[in-house]
């Protein structure tokens, strides 16, 4: 969202499937409110920020919040494609916009408020709150840079921001310091939804911790809720419903008032949800064919995908919608070998990226990424853009032996990286059934031009490669989906110098790392060669319309090309199968993820 991806992609190629499953995108069927809507997620959740809204950036965690628990001032309505990356009204009424484009003004609706254990109406005060609480570094905002527009942002590691006032309860304005045409696209992420200061000041400076804790704005809460004593910070315990390791369990809640919503953005069928957390994909999709979950957050096995694909009676429960997502190998800059472009520029030309995109499911899985934002984010204006192009896409030794060549590492001057340096490189990989099937593909590739991996494999591998601290030279998790329907949102989390945080980090290459920046957050290693793009970023946001587009368009080029922090190889589908007692489904474009606020079970 600049969202990260967990995995929702098919692992088979069938071509034959996309036809069939685009019409699938939305179930129309009558939905009856009540039952459990229970989906199963592989391997780890995967939460960033331990489910804390302030930081949080897994996609899947975003269709959640915004579905089910955390209410903005402007949200989405949690459908597929263009309608659901519109910004519709949420928690406020209406807004105005000053004629110099640099103040808001947000009236909140009356009659909404917290759930347990607060069960008080909402003000713009737990909105600034919200705010300021994500202002502060040491509570762990990952995306905080987004609102760094707003007048007196920086103070808001020591207070609160100058720039949001809140005149009276129903009342919040921002004062920023230029115009930003998509201001209102970051008024929907859900750290900026309300967070009572009475349940989040017992986690200040505690990354991680609030999320056992979220106190609901939306329809739904977390299990236990009410049970929590916020008399005191001392008194205040996890709510039950919530294990990161094991399970999450939502049930209605009772502060919710449906009059203050509207269907179009949430239908609250379920009467609960509970996600599950199962290291067997088959067992998560045996039990989806046999009714023992509804739902998924898994890689689909090859031969569950043939059978939905192919049977006449399973067809209607497979969904196939747009990810706007790239996955991509990332190279760190200021380790070795990766400190040399010549390197990189190498690995791009060595990876078979068809057989990378075969481990995920081939056609069916999605394009074969070319540059580093999906074409669709640029009106496929750059779908002709394919500078490390290979025939059918399986890499070319002769080029990555050419660009090797110019490396400091190739000292016998063959084309191979040949220095100690190249040899038993850490890499970390995740635990996911599709990381096994890429591992071999990277390192049989890699292997032809000399370097070799010292492979770490980790559950849940994000916050170890969100950490720059560790100085881990190359990772194969990596995905980003858009935080909303811009292309700013591809790189100002991943290439902006000025984002690069202790953990959290999202800008994995440390790009445009400064000296000052490297001792802070740990990082140890070559700083001479990181090349900055922050004034292409800041040039790039002011402008609007087609200028905006070419300018990230020849941003896209320029990293692609000129910095190569990435080998990208794939734009991805979402894929989800569904079990037969889902009478209702939909796709949110937003998060990326499940509808869950269309979602029904018969």
């Known amino acids: 969202m600049g969202k990260l991806g967990l995995a ?3 692992l088979v190629a069938l071509v034959t499937v996309v036809a069939s499953a685009s019409a699938m995108t939305r179930q129309h069927s009558t939905a009856k409110a009540g039952g459990v809507y229970r989906v199963g997620w592989e391997e780890s959740f995967g939460f960033t920020d331990g489910f804390d809204p302030t930081g949080e950036y897994l996609g899947e965690a975003f269709s959640i919040f ?5 209410r903005t001032l ?3 309505n949690h459908v597929a494609n263009g309608p659901g990356n519109k910004v519709v009204p949420d928690l406020a009424s209406k807004w105005t916009i000053s004629k110099d484009g640099k103040t808001y003004t947000f009236k909140l609706k009356n009659g909404i408020k917290f759930g347990p ?6 003000t713009s005060k737990d909105i600034a709150y919200a705010l300021n609480r994500l202002a502060n570094p040491k509570n762990g905002g990952q995306y905080a840079f987004y609102y760094s527009v707003i007048k007196g942002w920086s103070a808001g590691a020591n207070g609160e921001v100058s720039g949001i006032h809140t005149p009276d309860n129903k009342t919040i304005v921002f004062d920023l310091t230029a115009p930003t045409g998509d201001f209102l696209y970051r008024m929907a992420m859900p750290a900026t939804g309300p967070i ?3 349940v ?3 986690f200040e400076g505690q990354p991680e911790k609030y999320g056992r804790d979220l106190v609901s ?10 049970a929590v004593d916020i008399s005191s910070c001392d008194k205040v315990k996890p709510m039950s419903g919530f294990d990161p390791t094991a399970n999450l369990t939502l049930v209605r809640n009772p502060a919710y008032a449906a009059s203050t919503d509207t269907k179009a953005a949430r239908e609250n069928n379920p009467d609960s949800f509970v996600f599950t957390i199962d290291a067997n994909a088959d067992d998560i999709y045996n039990k989806i064919q046999n009714g023992d979950l509804e739902d998924e957050v898994a890689s689909v096995p090859p031969q569950v995908l043939q059978k939905f694909a192919t049977d006449p009676s399973l067809k209607s429960r497979l969904h196939l919608n747009s990810g706007d997502r790239t996955w991509y190998i990332t190279m760190n800059l200021t380790q070795a070998p990766f400190d040399d472009i010549h390197v990189r520029k190498a690995m791009n030309w060595i990876m078979d990226k068809s057989a990378l995109r075969k481990a995920w499911g081939g056609a069916t899985a999605g394009a074969i990424a070319n540059h580093i934002v999906p074409d669709a984010m640029f009106n496929d204006q750059l779908s002709k853009y394919k500078p490390y192009g290979t025939p059918g896409d399986h890499g070319s030794l002769a080029k990555a032996k050419a660009a090797m060549k110019g490396s400091k590492y190739d000292t016998n001057k063959k084309g191979l990286c040949s220095a100690k340096a190249c040899k038993g490189v850490l890499m970390i990989a995740d635990k996911r059934a599709v990381d096994d099937r890429m591992l071999p593909v990277i390192q049989a590739n890699a292997a032809k031009i000399g370097i070799t991996f010292t492979v770490r494999t980790v559950s849940g591998a994000y916050p170890t490669i969100q950490t720059p601290g560790k100085n881990v030279p190359i990772a194969e998790r990596p995905g980003w989906g858009k935080d909303y329907a811009d292309p700013l949102t591809f790189f100002t989390p991943l290439f902006d110098g000025r984002t690069i945080i202790p953990a959290g980090n999202t800008n994995y290459s440390l790009v445009g790392i400064t000296a000052a920046t490297a001792k802070k957050v740990g990082v140890k290693g070559n700083l001479k060669n990181v090349p900055s793009v922050n004034e292409d970023l800041d040039h790039c946001s002011t402008l609007l319309g087609q200028p905006r587009l070419t300018c990230y368009e020849n941003l896209d080029k320029k990293l692609t090309e000129k910095v190569v922090p990435w080998i990208p190889y794939l734009w991805s589908s979402a894929i989800h199968i569904v079990g037969p007692k889902v009478s209702k489904w939909d796709f949110d474009q937003f998060g990326g993820s499940i509808g869950y ?3 029904a079970v018969k």
């Open 196 to 198: 009572p200061a009475e």
């Open 117 to 122: 254990p607060v069960n008080r109406e909402i």
């Open 8 to 10: 929702a992609v098919a």
């Open 74 to 76: 402007v949200g989405y």
């Open 66 to 70: 915004s579905n089910l628990l955390v």
């Open 597 to 599: 606020g269309h979602v």
């Open 200 to 202: 989040g000041k017992c």
């Open 217 to 226: 704005s939306g329809p739904y809460m977390i299990q236990g809720a009410g």
